[in-house]
């Protein structure tokens, strides 16, 4: 916990920069009736009747000293899928950064064995010098500001049926297009000096 919070006390450097990693997923939903248009006085009504299309995984990418965000869409979470990802990242979006400190969860696909399996032993290692990892603690996924940034999505584009990939990816993409522009971030207050008064039960006593 406290190396995640010492390593967002770092300042900006765009050599080193700092992006916070979280992924989830949304469940694809079609209406089987059309919905009821919205009249003056009521509300656009929907049936509790829908179709599933299976699910999609978001991947989360946020740089919050910069304001800048990145979600990409795919149908799978497994380790080659990160890893594609995370080699999207270093070389699409940070392709003159020497290191990138990725702050992420304790998943089993999170590590530097997914970046082997993906590609050849040099081109993942190439990847992985670049990369310095930072996990949260098990049960502080909380501290992965990635994670604050999902619920916020959530709250803005994804509460309501979407029902396939295409469509998703639009509306994700509009989304942090807007976030993007409007360099939105994250005030974080909380530190270790705070860490070890609130959550003085978690430290061993002498």
């Known amino acids: 916990m406290e190396q995640v919070l010492d390593v967002y006390t770092r300042p900006y450097d765009a050599e080193e920069p ?17 919905p009821l248009p919205a009249r003056p006085g ?23 000293l910069r304001g800048w965000r990145k979600v990409n869409v795919t149908e799978g979470k497994t380790r080659l899928d990160w890893a594609h990802q995370v080699k999207q990242l270093l070389e699409h979006h940070y392709p ?3 290191k990138v400190h990725l702050v992420l ?14 590609f050849a032993p040099e081109e993942a290692h190439r990847l992985l010098s670049r ?3 930072h996990y949260t603690p098990k049960h ?15 709250r803005q584009c994804l509460s309501r049926r979407i029902p396939g990939l295409d469509i998703l990816r639009n509306e ?19 530190k270790t000096q705070d860490a070890r008064i609130k959550l003085r039960k978690l430290y061993p006593t002498y």
């Open 172 to 190: 994700i993409g509009a989304w942090d297009t807007e976030r993007n522009q409007k360099q939105a971030t994250i005030n974080w207050h909380f």
């Open 96 to 98: 003159r950064a020497k």
């Open 105 to 118: 969860d304790n998943l089993n696909t999170h590590n530097g064995a997914s970046l082997y399996e993906a």
């Open 140 to 154: 502080g996924s909380w501290l992965n500001m990635a994670e604050i940034e999902l619920s916020v999505l959530s």
């Open 18 to 34: 700092l992006v916070c990693m979280d992924e989830t997923t949304k469940q694809l939903t079609q209406e089987v009736i059309d």
């Open 131 to 133: 990369l310095e990892f």
């Open 42 to 64: 009521q509300p656009e009504r929907y049936d509790t009747l829908y179709k599933r299309n299976g699910v999609a995984v978001l991947f989360m990418f946020f740089e919050p």
